[in-house]
């Protein structure tokens, strides 16, 4: 197959297992009450589609929580049983996200659970739903840790081939790192040293109890773009101190969900109104107007301080040309691609068999972007079969009722309609 990626499509070792090639696909959790809403197995993140469609590796999410014996509750292991067994079909490996995650919270919906419980936060502010977090005591941190390590053992227990941890959007490590959530003045706050303890901790916990063989990725927001949070030098000294006890930095940035906020000390620029948010999740999923491959200058710096460390780094990566050049020129060696997987799975397959100029490619519209429609929406604007797999066939055959057609607007969707049309005869 003649294609011009050849750094693209170059296999990669990752500690004990090599991938296919330079594409992975990134992080796309959904909201519980979306799963409800959509009627798609494998995952509920498109799996099938992604892992047929070239990618090395496939990120699940970090939503499933095992229990105190390192197992996965029976719906969450069915679900993930048919996932892994998609992603073996094609050659792709399958990672998944350790984040404690399970007292943070990310609701809106004040009858949640955290009602109830609590949630967890380094200090103690006020969260999304007008409750005060907890502040974590040092054996609530521990607690965090040890959930963090049967998260890891549970994944690997299961037949994942790697994890995905990190101090990176609203996770408790980079809440930890962070100045505008972590106000502590024990030894998990204040000074950079402190801010970073929970993080390392939670890496070395994890590779203690895992073995030396199994790939971990550390995933870092090279920004929060909030007031008072981290600069980009404190992921750079974060990364020092992990980088030999994980296999792969990956480089994101900003936050998907703000877990909440102090009231005397904004987070953002209120002065800015409605526009401030654009600014933390507009950063994080960028929208049409921010130039492409956003987050590919970090990711070189961290390659240039780091240069023996495999550095994968995402944010509107859309065209095999960008993800080449990414690799090509040493700035990162992998990509990992979030949308342009939702709006054509197949681009990794197009790409390597010389067909790039069928990727459909993907708007940067954010109309699946569950932080930009208010949780309301969970399909793509290019893609029908997004999270639909089972019910809109990948190709339509000939029609068995053939009929005449008028096709009223010849738009986008026009257009669509009479090329399907003349394809079903
Ligand atoms: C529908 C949707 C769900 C997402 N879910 C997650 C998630 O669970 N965890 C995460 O770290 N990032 C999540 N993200 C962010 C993406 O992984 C990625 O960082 C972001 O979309 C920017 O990359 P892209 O331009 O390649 O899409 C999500 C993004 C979208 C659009
Ligand atoms: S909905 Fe828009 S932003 Fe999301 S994948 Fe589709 S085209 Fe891209």
Known sequence: MKNNFS????????????????I?????????????????YYGNVSLFDKSAGGAAVVFGGAEAFADDNCEYPK??????????????????KAAKGVMPHKRIDLSRNPRDMFEVFGAYAPSPYMTRTGKLAIEMTKADIQEMLQEGVKEAIAAKNFGFDMLYCGAVHESLAAQFLSPAFNKRT??????????MRFAIE?????????????????AVSASHFLKNSFEFEDILALIGEVKDMVDLIHVTAGLDVVPGYFQDDPIIDTSLGLEAWY?????????????????????????EKYPD?????????????????????????????????????????KAQEGRSEDIVP????????????????????VNPRYRRENRVPLELGEAKLKKRVVIIGAGPAGCKAALTAHERG
């Open 362 to 381: 993907c708007l940067r519209c954010l109309y699946c972007y569950h932080s930009a429609t208010i949780h309301t929406n969970t399909q793509c604007s």
């Open 186 to 195: 024990d030894e998990y706050g204040g000074s950079l040293e402190n801010r």
């Open 75 to 92: 719906y969450s292991r069915d679900e993930m049983r048919e996932a892994l067994s998609v992603m073996r079909q094609y050659g792709a």
């Open 309 to 349: 460390k495999l550095v994968s780094v995402n944010g509107s990566i859309t065209t095999p040309q960008d993800a080449e050049e990414i690799i090509a020129k040493g700035w990162a060696d992998a990509v990992v691609l979030g949308r342009p997987l939702n709006a054509d799975p197949y681009f990794g397959r």
């Open 279 to 303: 600014w933390v999740n507009g950063k994080h999923c960028q929208s049409i107007f921010e130039p492409p491959m956003t987050n590919v200058h970090w990711a070189a710096k961290v390659k």
């Open 24 to 40: 992975f696909s990134s992080p796309m959790g959904m909201p519980a009450h979306h799963k409800v809403l959509s009627t798609t």
């Open 7 to 22: 750094h693209l499509f170059q296999p990669l070792k990752v500690n004990s297992i090599m991938l296919k090639n330079r």
């Open 202 to 218: 939670h890496v070395r916990t994890i590779r203690e109890n895992i073995g030396p063989d199994f790939p971990i990725v550390f």
